[in-house]
């Protein structure tokens, strides 16, 4: 079945971590990639080098197979040339790991580059960000816990402003806990942990504007990448892969 390789973004019912790249069978990744919770990995620049290291593995089990396989061989014959060709197979692996580490550096160098350059609005300066931040907090202070939810709701903030209320997230989780009894429910307590919940969300989505979302995801998708290490061809699906590009003439 074919795999595809997907960057987890959220929770899901796979029970794959948010944050890591993980291979999955395509069903499954498409599902989470339509849920919104993973985006798949598919750099042309490196898929070109998995590729070699593919048909490099595939190219060396076959061959490592065909000399297990002749009978006219000693198995002191046999151990001089698989160690020959596992010398030879370390070298070009190598060389792909190189190749690959390479084209990594320059796309992460790019998408920080890209992330730094992101901004897509005007910028508020940090006076009059304290100044608003500090209305709004103050309006999530004098509102009912009924009330809280619909304003947030209707909050269309400037990143800048988020940012600086996120800075003072103590002051509003210490306004939102203020507005229980002095001996609460126990559902009194969830609605405003889930209110608080709904505010942290809503801060953060208006804390970076598009561009910068796209241009962070993809960083930590890079990072994620670096993280996992380099590529590692699959053996069973390395002979395959190379034994339908032979079956294709595309290799000799």
């Given at each position: 079945?074919?795999?595809?390789?997907?960057?987890?973004?959220?929770?899901?019912?796979?029970?794959?971590?948010?944050?890591?790249?993980?291979?999955?069978?395509?069903?499954?990744?498409?599902?989470?990639?339509?849920?919104?919770?993973?985006v798949k990995v598919d750099y042309v620049t490196l898929n070109d080098v998995t590729a070699k290291m593919d048909v490099i593995t595939a190219d060396h089990e076959l061959e490592v197979s065909m000399i297990n396989d002749d009978f006219r061989l000693t198995p002191e014959g046999k151990q001089e040339k698989i160690e020959a060709l596992e010398a030879a197979y370390h070298e070009a692996m190598t060389k792909q790991s190189d190749e690959y580490n390479y084209r990594l550096s320059?796309?992460?160098?790019?998408?920080?580059?890209?992330?730094?350059?992101?901004?897509?609005?005007?910028?508020?300066?940090?006076?009059v960000a304290r100044q608003e931040a500090g209305i709004t907090i103050a309006k999530i202070d004098r509102l009912s816990l009924n009330d809280v939810g619909s304003y947030v709701d209707s909050l269309d903030l400037h990143p800048t402003i988020a940012?600086?209320?996120?800075?003072?997230?103590?002051?509003?989780k210490s306004s939102m806990l203020e507005k229980l009894s002095v001996e609460p429910q126990v559902m009194d307590r969830q609605r405003v942990q889930r209110a608080l919940n709904d505010i942290h969300s809503k801060l953060e989505a208006a804390s970076t504007t598009g561009g910068q979302k796209a241009a962070s995801q993809e960083l930590s998708i890079l990072e994620a990448l670096e993280r996992r290490g380099i590529y590692t061809p699959v053996t069973s699906a390395a002979r395959s892969f190379y034994r339908e590009l032979k079956q294709r003439g595309r290799v000799r």
């Open positions: 079945m074919k795999q595809l390789t997907i960057y987890v973004t959220s929770n899901n019912d796979h029970g794959l971590t948010p944050g890591f790249i993980f291979p999955q069978d395509e069903h499954i990744a498409d599902s989470l990639v339509n849920a919104g919770q993973a320059a796309l992460k160098e790019s998408a920080v580059k890209k992330a730094k350059e992101q901004t897509g609005i005007e910028e508020v300066s940090a006076d940012r600086e209320m996120l800075a003072n997230w103590m002051q509003i």
